[in-house]
Protein backbone atom coordinates (compact mmCIF):
# COMPACT_ATOMS: atom_id res chain seq x y z
CA UNK A 1 0.00 0.00 0.00
CA UNK A 2 1.07 3.65 -0.49
CA UNK A 3 0.23 7.10 0.97
CA UNK A 4 1.16 10.02 -1.13
CA UNK A 5 1.14 13.43 -0.03
CA UNK A 6 1.18 16.09 -2.91
CA UNK A 7 2.91 15.60 -6.17
CA UNK A 8 3.12 16.07 -9.67
CA UNK A 9 3.08 13.85 -12.65
CA UNK A 10 3.70 14.29 -16.28
CA UNK A 11 3.18 12.39 -19.20
CA UNK A 12 5.28 12.88 -21.79
CA UNK A 13 8.61 15.24 -22.21
CA UNK A 14 9.17 17.43 -19.19
CA UNK A 15 10.72 19.79 -21.67
CA UNK A 16 7.86 20.23 -23.61
CA UNK A 17 5.65 21.36 -20.20
CA UNK A 18 5.05 25.35 -20.71
CA UNK A 19 5.40 27.11 -17.71
CA UNK A 20 2.30 28.90 -17.52
CA UNK A 21 0.35 25.56 -17.84
CA UNK A 22 2.64 24.60 -14.29
CA UNK A 23 1.44 28.20 -12.98
CA UNK A 24 -2.47 27.61 -14.28
CA UNK A 25 -2.54 24.17 -12.80
CA UNK A 26 -0.45 25.12 -9.48
CA UNK A 27 -2.67 27.91 -9.20
CA UNK A 28 -6.28 26.00 -9.33
CA UNK A 29 -5.35 24.06 -6.02
CA UNK A 30 -5.31 25.64 -2.47
CA UNK A 31 -2.21 26.61 -0.66
CA UNK A 32 -2.29 23.78 1.95
CA UNK A 33 -2.41 21.24 -1.38
CA UNK A 34 0.49 23.07 -2.95
CA UNK A 35 2.67 23.38 0.54
CA UNK A 36 2.17 19.49 1.62
CA UNK A 37 0.44 18.00 4.01
CA UNK A 38 -0.14 14.73 5.95
CA UNK A 39 -2.63 12.81 4.17
CA UNK A 40 -4.05 10.02 6.76
CA UNK A 41 -2.83 11.27 10.21
CA UNK A 42 -2.17 8.54 12.45
CA UNK A 43 -0.55 10.62 15.51
CA UNK A 44 -3.38 10.23 18.63
CA UNK A 45 -4.56 13.89 19.58
CA UNK A 46 -4.41 14.70 16.08
CA UNK A 47 -6.22 18.18 15.47
CA UNK A 48 -7.91 19.97 12.54
CA UNK A 49 -11.29 20.70 11.31
CA UNK A 50 -13.60 17.10 10.78
CA UNK A 51 -12.88 16.90 6.53
CA UNK A 52 -16.61 16.20 6.28
CA UNK A 53 -18.66 18.31 8.44
CA UNK A 54 -16.31 20.94 9.49
CA UNK A 55 -16.10 21.06 12.91
CA UNK A 56 -13.42 21.33 15.54
CA UNK A 57 -14.04 18.44 17.56
CA UNK A 58 -11.33 15.88 18.58
CA UNK A 59 -10.51 13.74 15.56
CA UNK A 60 -11.04 10.28 15.40
CA UNK A 61 -9.80 7.28 13.26
CA UNK A 62 -11.88 6.83 10.01
CA UNK A 63 -10.83 3.57 7.93
CA UNK A 64 -9.92 3.99 4.17
CA UNK A 65 -12.18 1.77 2.66
CA UNK A 66 -14.11 0.64 5.85
CA UNK A 67 -13.14 -1.70 8.19
CA UNK A 68 -16.01 -4.10 7.12
CA UNK A 69 -15.04 -4.88 3.60
CA UNK A 70 -11.51 -6.26 5.05
CA UNK A 71 -9.05 -2.93 5.65
CA UNK A 72 -8.24 -4.04 9.02
CA UNK A 73 -5.16 -6.12 8.34
CA UNK A 74 -1.30 -5.06 9.13
CA UNK A 75 0.12 -3.28 6.19
CA UNK A 76 3.11 -2.15 4.55
CA UNK A 77 3.39 1.12 3.75
CA UNK A 78 5.27 3.01 1.33
CA UNK A 79 5.59 6.73 0.10
CA UNK A 80 6.62 8.17 -3.11
CA UNK A 81 10.45 7.86 -3.14
CA UNK A 82 9.88 3.98 -2.42
CA UNK A 83 8.35 3.27 -5.99
CA UNK A 84 10.44 5.76 -7.75
CA UNK A 85 13.66 4.07 -6.59
CA UNK A 86 12.48 0.41 -7.42
CA UNK A 87 14.70 -1.33 -9.71
CA UNK A 88 11.75 -3.45 -11.43
CA UNK A 89 7.83 -4.40 -11.19
CA UNK A 90 8.69 -7.37 -9.29
CA UNK A 91 9.72 -5.72 -5.87
CA UNK A 92 9.13 -2.50 -3.73
CA UNK A 93 11.92 -2.06 -1.21
CA UNK A 94 11.47 -0.22 2.15
CA UNK A 95 8.10 1.16 3.85
CA UNK A 96 7.04 0.77 7.41
CA UNK A 97 4.38 -1.75 8.94
CA UNK A 98 1.38 -0.33 9.86
CA UNK A 99 -1.06 -2.17 12.10
CA UNK A 100 -5.00 -2.19 11.51
CA UNK A 101 -5.27 -0.96 7.46
CA UNK A 102 -5.52 1.86 5.96
CA UNK A 103 -6.93 5.17 8.22
CA UNK A 104 -6.49 8.14 9.75
CA UNK A 105 -7.53 10.40 12.27
CA UNK A 106 -9.78 12.47 9.48
CA UNK A 107 -13.15 12.81 11.14
CA UNK A 108 -15.21 14.05 14.00
CA UNK A 109 -17.01 11.06 16.20
CA UNK A 110 -20.10 12.32 15.40
CA UNK A 111 -19.26 12.18 11.42
CA UNK A 112 -17.63 8.90 11.72
CA UNK A 113 -20.49 7.52 13.71
CA UNK A 114 -22.70 8.58 10.97
CA UNK A 115 -21.43 7.30 8.21
CA UNK A 116 -21.33 3.70 9.77
CA UNK A 117 -24.48 3.29 7.99
CA UNK A 118 -23.22 2.95 4.86
CA UNK A 119 -20.67 0.40 5.31
CA UNK A 120 -22.77 -2.29 4.48
CA UNK A 121 -23.73 -1.19 1.04
CA UNK A 122 -19.99 -0.84 0.12
CA UNK A 123 -19.45 -4.08 1.93
CA UNK A 124 -21.78 -6.25 -0.99
CA UNK A 125 -20.23 -4.17 -3.74
CA UNK A 126 -17.05 -5.56 -3.02
CA UNK A 127 -18.41 -8.72 -2.60
CA UNK A 128 -19.76 -8.89 -5.77
CA UNK A 129 -16.21 -7.17 -7.72
CA UNK A 130 -14.48 -10.08 -5.67
CA UNK A 131 -16.52 -12.95 -6.74
CA UNK A 132 -16.67 -11.17 -10.67
CA UNK A 133 -12.85 -11.50 -10.25
CA UNK A 134 -12.45 -15.27 -9.25
CA UNK A 135 -14.21 -16.12 -12.13
CA UNK A 136 -12.01 -14.65 -14.61
CA UNK A 137 -8.72 -15.56 -15.79
CA UNK A 138 -5.76 -15.98 -13.37
CA UNK A 139 -5.04 -12.08 -12.31
CA UNK A 140 -1.08 -12.42 -13.51
CA UNK A 141 -2.33 -13.51 -16.51
CA UNK A 142 -4.55 -10.51 -17.10
CA UNK A 143 -1.62 -8.81 -16.04
CA UNK A 144 0.24 -9.29 -19.22
CA UNK A 145 -3.16 -8.50 -21.76
CA UNK A 146 -1.90 -5.38 -24.06
CA UNK A 147 -5.69 -4.69 -24.46
CA UNK A 148 -7.32 -3.80 -20.94
CA UNK A 149 -11.09 -4.94 -20.88
CA UNK A 150 -14.39 -3.63 -20.05
CA UNK A 151 -16.89 -5.94 -18.28
CA UNK A 152 -20.53 -4.98 -17.98
CA UNK A 153 -21.50 -5.75 -14.11
CA UNK A 154 -25.01 -5.42 -12.87
CA UNK A 155 -26.09 -5.73 -9.23
CA UNK A 156 -30.01 -6.48 -8.64
CA UNK A 157 -31.69 -4.97 -5.39
CA UNK A 158 -29.13 -2.59 -3.96
CA UNK A 159 -28.59 0.73 -2.85
CA UNK A 160 -26.65 2.85 -5.36
CA UNK A 161 -27.48 5.94 -3.31
CA UNK A 162 -25.84 4.60 -0.20
CA UNK A 163 -23.12 2.98 -1.86
CA UNK A 164 -21.80 6.23 -3.52
CA UNK A 165 -22.72 8.49 -0.74
CA UNK A 166 -19.99 6.17 1.63
CA UNK A 167 -17.49 6.29 -1.55
CA UNK A 168 -17.47 9.96 -1.37
CA UNK A 169 -17.52 10.06 2.20
CA UNK A 170 -13.81 8.31 1.93
CA UNK A 171 -12.95 11.10 -1.04
CA UNK A 172 -13.56 13.96 1.40
CA UNK A 173 -11.27 11.86 3.96
CA UNK A 174 -8.42 11.65 1.49
CA UNK A 175 -8.73 14.89 -0.11
CA UNK A 176 -7.01 16.72 2.86
CA UNK A 177 -7.33 20.51 2.91
CA UNK A 178 -8.82 20.66 -0.92
CA UNK A 179 -11.80 22.16 0.86
CA UNK A 180 -14.39 19.95 -0.96
CA UNK A 181 -16.46 20.59 2.26
CA UNK A 182 -16.52 24.00 1.76
CA UNK A 183 -16.96 24.19 -1.37
CA UNK A 184 -19.79 21.75 -1.94
CA UNK A 185 -22.00 21.82 1.22
CA UNK A 186 -24.66 20.34 -0.46
CA UNK A 187 -22.58 17.31 -1.16
CA UNK A 188 -21.44 16.66 2.21
CA UNK A 189 -24.70 17.20 3.74
CA UNK A 190 -26.11 14.56 1.32
CA UNK A 191 -23.48 11.98 2.66
CA UNK A 192 -24.66 12.93 6.15
CA UNK A 193 -28.13 12.73 5.66
CA UNK A 194 -28.68 10.53 3.04
CA UNK A 195 -31.04 13.48 0.86
CA UNK A 196 -30.71 12.99 -2.88
CA UNK A 197 -28.64 15.73 -4.68
CA UNK A 198 -27.28 16.87 -8.27
CA UNK A 199 -23.44 15.91 -8.27
CA UNK A 200 -21.23 19.11 -8.87
CA UNK A 201 -20.83 18.82 -12.78
CA UNK A 202 -17.11 20.29 -12.26
CA UNK A 203 -16.12 16.99 -10.25
CA UNK A 204 -16.19 13.70 -11.90
CA UNK A 205 -16.34 10.41 -9.56
CA UNK A 206 -15.55 7.40 -11.33
CA UNK A 207 -14.93 3.84 -10.51
CA UNK A 208 -12.92 0.63 -12.05
CA UNK A 209 -12.41 -3.13 -11.01
CA UNK A 210 -9.20 -3.22 -9.26
CA UNK A 211 -7.37 -6.37 -9.78
CA UNK A 212 -3.86 -5.17 -7.67
CA UNK A 213 -1.25 -5.81 -6.77
CA UNK A 214 -1.08 -2.81 -4.27
CA UNK A 215 -3.56 -0.50 -2.69
CA UNK A 216 -2.95 2.87 -3.14
CA UNK A 217 -4.24 6.09 -1.30
CA UNK A 218 -3.32 8.99 -3.25
CA UNK A 219 -4.17 12.50 -1.76
CA UNK A 220 -4.80 15.52 -4.08
CA UNK A 221 -2.11 14.90 -7.17
CA UNK A 222 -1.53 17.01 -10.14
CA UNK A 223 -1.33 15.00 -13.59
CA UNK A 224 0.17 17.02 -16.74
CA UNK A 225 0.15 15.84 -19.87
CA UNK A 226 3.20 17.00 -22.27
CA UNK A 227 1.50 16.07 -25.61
CA UNK A 228 -2.17 18.05 -25.03
CA UNK A 229 -0.77 20.45 -22.94
CA UNK A 230 -3.71 19.74 -20.46
CA UNK A 231 -3.86 18.91 -16.37
CA UNK A 232 -5.93 17.66 -13.99
CA UNK A 233 -5.75 17.00 -9.95
CA UNK A 234 -7.19 14.07 -8.89
CA UNK A 235 -7.66 11.91 -5.79
CA UNK A 236 -7.19 7.92 -5.92
CA UNK A 237 -7.95 5.17 -4.06
CA UNK A 238 -7.50 1.95 -4.65
CA UNK A 239 -8.36 -1.41 -2.35
CA UNK A 240 -9.27 -4.10 -4.22
CA UNK A 241 -11.27 -5.52 -6.08
CA UNK A 242 -12.83 -1.58 -6.25
CA UNK A 243 -11.07 1.54 -7.09
CA UNK A 244 -11.96 5.13 -7.53
CA UNK A 245 -10.96 8.11 -8.96
CA UNK A 246 -12.48 12.31 -8.19
CA UNK A 247 -11.47 14.47 -10.45
CA UNK A 248 -10.83 18.12 -8.69
CA UNK A 249 -9.98 20.15 -11.02
CA UNK A 250 -9.07 20.52 -14.92
CA UNK A 251 -7.91 22.31 -17.49
CA UNK A 252 -10.36 23.55 -20.06
CA UNK A 253 -10.56 22.25 -22.85
CA UNK A 254 -9.48 19.20 -21.68
CA UNK A 255 -11.20 15.83 -22.51
CA UNK A 256 -11.37 13.45 -19.46
CA UNK A 257 -8.70 11.05 -20.21
CA UNK A 258 -9.62 8.34 -17.69
CA UNK A 259 -11.76 4.83 -18.31
CA UNK A 260 -13.37 4.85 -15.07
CA UNK A 261 -17.32 4.89 -14.97
CA UNK A 262 -19.02 7.60 -13.78
CA UNK A 263 -21.04 7.16 -10.24
CA UNK A 264 -21.75 10.77 -9.37
CA UNK A 265 -25.55 9.80 -10.67
CA UNK A 266 -26.29 7.69 -8.10
CA UNK A 267 -26.21 11.04 -5.52
CA UNK A 268 -29.98 11.61 -7.42
CA UNK A 269 -30.94 8.36 -5.59
CA UNK A 270 -32.28 8.47 -2.33
CA UNK A 271 -29.89 6.43 0.13
CA UNK A 272 -32.37 3.85 0.79
CA UNK A 273 -33.77 3.25 -2.50
CA UNK A 274 -33.71 -0.21 -4.25
CA UNK A 275 -32.32 -0.19 -7.86
CA UNK A 276 -30.76 -2.89 -9.91
CA UNK A 277 -27.41 -0.91 -11.51
CA UNK A 278 -25.64 -1.96 -14.88
CA UNK A 279 -22.01 -0.67 -15.17
CA UNK A 280 -19.18 -1.46 -17.60
CA UNK A 281 -16.13 -1.33 -15.21
CA UNK A 282 -12.98 -0.62 -16.71
CA UNK A 283 -10.65 -3.87 -15.29
CA UNK A 284 -7.64 -2.05 -13.75
CA UNK A 285 -4.31 -2.76 -12.49
CA UNK A 286 -2.15 -0.80 -9.62
CA UNK A 287 1.26 -1.77 -10.65
CA UNK A 288 2.57 1.78 -10.50
CA UNK A 289 2.07 4.48 -7.82
CA UNK A 290 0.83 7.05 -10.07
CA UNK A 291 -2.41 7.79 -9.56
CA UNK A 292 -4.64 6.75 -12.80
CA UNK A 293 -2.07 4.52 -14.14
CA UNK A 294 -4.64 1.95 -14.86
CA UNK A 295 -2.31 -0.02 -17.15
CA UNK A 296 -1.66 -3.98 -17.34
CA UNK A 297 1.59 -5.04 -16.07
CA UNK A 298 2.84 -5.64 -19.83
CA UNK A 299 1.50 -1.78 -21.35
CA UNK A 300 3.89 -0.40 -18.77
CA UNK A 301 6.60 -2.56 -19.66
CA UNK A 302 5.62 -2.53 -23.50
CA UNK A 303 4.98 1.59 -23.39
CA UNK A 304 1.24 1.10 -24.45
CA UNK A 305 -1.84 2.89 -23.17
CA UNK A 306 -5.24 0.96 -22.01
CA UNK A 307 -6.11 0.13 -25.60
CA UNK A 308 -3.45 -1.18 -26.81
CA UNK A 309 -2.17 1.88 -28.99
CA UNK A 310 1.76 2.76 -28.14
CA UNK A 311 1.98 5.53 -25.39
CA UNK A 312 3.11 8.99 -25.46
CA UNK A 313 4.16 8.80 -21.63
Known amino acids: MTETSPWMLIRGSEAEVKTELINAALQAAPA???????????????SGRCRLCGSSDPLT??????????????????????????????ELPGGSIEQGGIWGYTLCAACNSGTGR????????????????????????MN????????????????????????????????????????????AQAVLDGSACTFPTDLFLGMVLCAGPMALACGPSLIIDAKSQTWRWVVVL????????????????????????????????????IATVDLSLPLAFTNTAFPGDWRTRAQIELGLDLDGSQSDR
Request: with cysteine; aromatic share 8%.
Open 144 to 187: QDHQSKLLGVQIEKTQPGAFVRQVMSLMFSISGDWGLRDNYPEL
Open 118 to 141: LSDSYRRWAAIAAKLLAELRPISE
Open 32 to 46: AIRDGQSLLPRTRGT
Open 238 to 273: AYPPLAFELELARSLPAPRPTPACGIGDFFEVPERA
Open 61 to 90: IEHVPPRSSGNAHRIRMHDVRDWLERESLD
